[in-house]
């Protein structure tokens, strides 16, 4: 019979990816910071930029983590001198020459001074010394020990140098052993033959298998795959590389000519060589070759640890500089988690993590996209940021100072306001008939005969429905790009201005229309997307003659509305089109240019516009020149603080807008 108890379950950490049963995400803070800097003046990017710098959420950012980085840096630099093998054979060298020479001296005979003779003679360079030594018969075994100590230390070092732990593995096979160096040799021999095999684009994975199988003992980092073994090989050799390079020339050519003899001894000179270029070939973007960071300490280290210690700085520098992202085409995309764990642990790998899905979330929920592969911001983040740039007007406002905006008139067109009132001659509003016959009820109900008698409606009973009318307005905002703008400061207060407005008009009075015309060199049209990512034009001139073309143009669009048209500049005009279309710039202003400008001015007060200039610099020559257009045109010259341009300007509208026939 089957069992049919109840079967157990285990619960655990979900470990399937993100937890689906997380609350979404809420990236509304990182927006409004993004947003503060977009509207002082930043670029979306930029703003981006500087908020994975500084982090969010308790997180750190990447400059707190880079600070981290470069602290590890510094500690690592102090690990020892790279020198410790060669100061070590040194010493033994000394050794062994000194126990040699004790043996010799008490000993009469003459082949006992011809060696003393060969003693003396050996070469001043400790690799030539070594070499020189490799078939004398000595007396001392004290000095034979010391010398096969030299060997057998640089045997170790030398394949430690290339091959991270060759060391442990060789002490652990007892490394005298003549099997364990064949060991090595056929290591290297599979070593290379696998290699070789990866860069010819072969499958290699059985035959990955098979080597760890028979040589995983060498590799304690134990590698999971070809490319893996392949990425810390070559990342060794190249630091074995900036190792020798941070010699001196005189012990780099020692410690190379030593690496040689023991390559030498063991057999494996020409296929560490093809070796090293295979790993070349596999790893060509590392750095090799390049001299780069070195530890500097008081503590000698051999070869092996040299190395070490070496491709640890060149990781920590590599990390660093991807932590900074200060390279075209930075991403945290590029950021390895596995070098910042091992610099700086789990808790900043959770860190980068929660930059990352910041981004991620940005772009999810539709606040960030990309096109080209650039971060712009989304329709709905610019009017989000539009809607925080007005609200901020408006707590400067007065409650007294916004201005109406609606017109209480007769248009039946117009909206209902819930009241009505007594008719009059000339109203053409609907008539309000409960209001009429309840009139006309309370008038007749205490009247005699009034019972069961029909309710006769007067004249003085009528009333009727009041509606408002909302004249329509056409604004053309015109704001300086030129660089003073960025000099003096002003152009963030007009970047957020611009933004303000246009989100004023688009939100609260749809019936008007808007556009924002940007001006330096040449005049361009605005689209909010476009003015968040805009910066100041570094092009020279203030062309506000071909401004005020592209204003006239687009109020030609809306006849029947209120054309208004507003100018932000902090200089006067010195640019303007030629005949030809192309800008012609001059400083101080030629008289040409102030001529079409001002012939511009009055096309623009010919087509009923109102022109009202905002002066953002006290410089006389600016204050007479927009006094002179303003009262061509009919309008006026505000002189406002930067800080508070976004309040003139949106109330200097709401008061426009009104028409001609509510002023």
Not at 215 to 223: A, L, M, S, T, V
Not at 340 to 348: F, H, I
Not at 450 to 473: L, S
Request: hydrophobic share 40%.
């Amino acid at each position: 019979m089957a069992d049919r108890r109840p079967r157990g379950y285990r619960y655990g950490r979900w470990r399937g990816g993100p937890d689906p049963l997380a609350p979404p995400y809420d990236v509304a803070a990182a927006v409004d910071e993004i947003g503060d800097q977009v509207l002082g003046g930043s670029g979306v990017r930029e703003a981006m930029r500087d908020l994975l710098r500084r982090g969010t959420d308790g997180r750190r950012g990447l400059d707190q983590l880079r600070r981290s980085v470069r602290d590890r840096l510094r500690q690592a630099r102090q690990a020892g001198r790279m020198d410790g093998t060669l100061e070590q054979v040194r010493e033994l060298l000394d050794s062994a020459l000194e126990a040699e020479r004790a043996a010799l001296f008490p000993d009469p005979d003459d082949a006992a001074r011809l060696a003393e003779a060969e003693l003396d003679q050996l070469p001043e360079d400790t690799a030539g010394a070594v070499r020189a030594l490799k078939d004398h018969e000595w007396r001392s075994p004290e000095a034979a020990q010391a010398f096969q100590q030299i060997q057998d230390l640089l045997r170790q070092e030398v394949l430690d140098s290339s091959f991270q732990g060759m060391k442990q593995a060789l002490q652990q096979m007892q490394d005298g052993d003549g099997a364990a160096m064949q060991a090595v040799k056929d290591m290297v021999a599979d070593l290379s033959a696998l290699v070789d095999a990866h860069n010819r684009g072969e499958d290699t994975d059985q035959q990955f298998a098979d080597f760890m199988s028979k040589h995983g003992q060498f590799f304690p980092d134990d590698p999971q795959s070809v490319e893996e073994l392949i990425d810390s090989l070559a990342r060794r050799a190249a630091a074995q590389e900036r190792m020798l390079a941070g010699l001196s020339p005189d012990q780099r050519a020692e410690l190379q000519g030593l690496m040689e003899q023991a390559m030498g001894d063991l057999g494996l000179q020409s296929e560490m060589a093809h070796l090293s270029d295979a790993l070349r070939q596999a790893r060509p973007d590392l750095p090799w070759g390049q001299r780069g960071p070195v530890p500097d300490g008081e503590q000698p280290l051999g070869m092996g640890d040299a190395t070490t210690a070496v491709a640890e700085l060149a990781d920590l520098e590599s990390l660093s500089q991807q932590l900074s992202q200060g390279y075209a085409g930075a991403s945290l995309a590029d950021i390895d988690q596995e070098l910042l764990e091992q610099a700086l642990g789990r808790s900043a790998v959770d860190d980068l993590e929660a930059l990352r899905r910041l981004e991620r979330e940005l772009e999810r929920q539709g606040y960030l996209q990309r096109s080209d592969g650039a971060l712009q911001l989304s329709p709905k983040a610019v009017r989000r940021l539009g809607a925080t740039a007005l609200r901020r007007v408006f707590a400067q406002l007065d409650a007294t100072g916004r201005g109406e905006h609606d017109v209480a008139d007769a248009g039946a067109a117009g909206e209902l306001t819930g009241a009505s009132r007594e008719w009059r001659f000339g109203d053409e509003q609907p008539l309000d008939v409960v209001r009429t016959v309840r009139n006309a009820v309370l008038r007749t109900a205490g009247g005699p005969r009034a019972a069961g008698r029909a309710v006769k409606i007067a004249v003085d009973d009528f009333e009727v429905v009041e509606t408002e009318r909302r004249t329509g307005a056409a604004v053309a905002l015109l704001v300086d790009l030129s660089y003073s703008m960025a000099l003096r400061g002003t152009w963030g207060a007009a970047k957020s201005t611009a933004m303000a407005l246009h989100s004023l008009v688009t939100t609260r009075f749809p019936q008007d229309a808007i556009e924002i015309i940007g001006f330096s060199s040449t005049a361009q049209v605005l689209r909010p997307e476009t003015l968040a990512e805009l910066s100041v034009d570094t092009l020279q001139g203030t062309n506000l003659q071909h401004g005020l073309m592209l204003a006239r143009r687009f109020l030609a669009k809306h006849k029947d509305a209120e054309p208004v048209v507003l100018v932000v500049t902090d200089g006067e005009p010195t640019a303007h089109l030629e005949d030809d279309g192309t800008p012609y710039f001059c400083w101080p202003p030629m008289p040409e240019t102030i001529a079409r400008t001002v012939a511009e001015v009055e096309r623009v007060a010919r087509s009923g516009a109102t022109l009202n200039v905002f002066a953002l610099d006290p410089e006389p020559s600016l204050v007479e020149f927009v006094h002179d257009i303003t009262a061509r045109a009919g309008g006026r010259v505000f002189q406002p603080d930067s800080e508070r341009l976004g309040e003139y300007v949106v109330a200097d509208y709401l008061r426009v807008r009104r028409g001609r026939r509510g002023r």
